[in-house]
């Protein structure tokens, strides 16, 4: 059984929402995407990847392929335009078969894995952890660098032959959850409540989905925000 909830809200700060995110059990299939702010169309980016990604998973392919494809056609798009700046998008996706999971991703959208602990997966394309991993920035510094926002990697933006699709694969267990957000969450959020509202099994995952938007608001909400949470093994009714 897979219960899952889900929401966006355009934040505080923006006019504009450029987030965007699809959930289907019947698929086994749940992302979001975060178009590039500062971009042309950054809304339009992420809807475009959000479809194609949907559409190639649909029609049989793996998650690797499906970006790939959805990057190719986001690319077709953006070739066609004048914008001096090309649509970019980045993307995470939680994609469940059987009795297994398989997550991919690029940018700096995330995926936890909940199972006793809340655990981040997904690794960000972006300068700072590159940074980070490079011992040239203190992790607990890296929140407030001021290029935190600065991609190394996304839809759109990265020539396709140069994409670096992240990508992990697990067994289902029961008990385990998932969260997949956009920086607009964790940006605002800190990962010790964030993991506190993801453990409340007394709530719903969509009770809980909605408790962490608020929280972001209460931060000051500068950013998109959008999050799922998919349990597995629940006893309550798929949303």
Known sequence: MIEFGHGTHVGLRRTRNEDTYHADAS??????????????????????????????????????????????????????????????????????????????????????????????????HSLVQTLVEAGQLDPAQAWQHPQRNVLTQALGVTATEQLHIGLARGRLEPGMSFLLCTDGLTESVSEASIARIVARTDLAAQECVDQLLLSALDEGGDDNITAIIVRCGGGRAAA
Do not use: K, N
Not at 46 to 68: C, E, F, K, P
């Open 27 to 124: 698929l086994g299939l749940f992302l979001v995407a975060d178009g590039m702010g500062g971009h042309q169309h950054g809304e339009v980016a992420s809807a475009l990847v959000r479809d194609a990604v949907v559409d190639l998973i649909a029609r049989g392919h793996g998650l690797t392929g499906a970006i790939q494809g959805a990057c190719e056609r986001l690319r077709a798009r953006t070739s066609d335009s004048h914008d001096e700046l090309p649509m970019g998008t980045t993307i995470a996706v939680l994609h469940l078969v059987g009795d297994s999971y398989e997550v991919a991703w690029v940018g700096d959208s995330r995926i936890y894995l909940w199972q006793h602990e809340l655990r981040q997966i997904s690794h960000d």
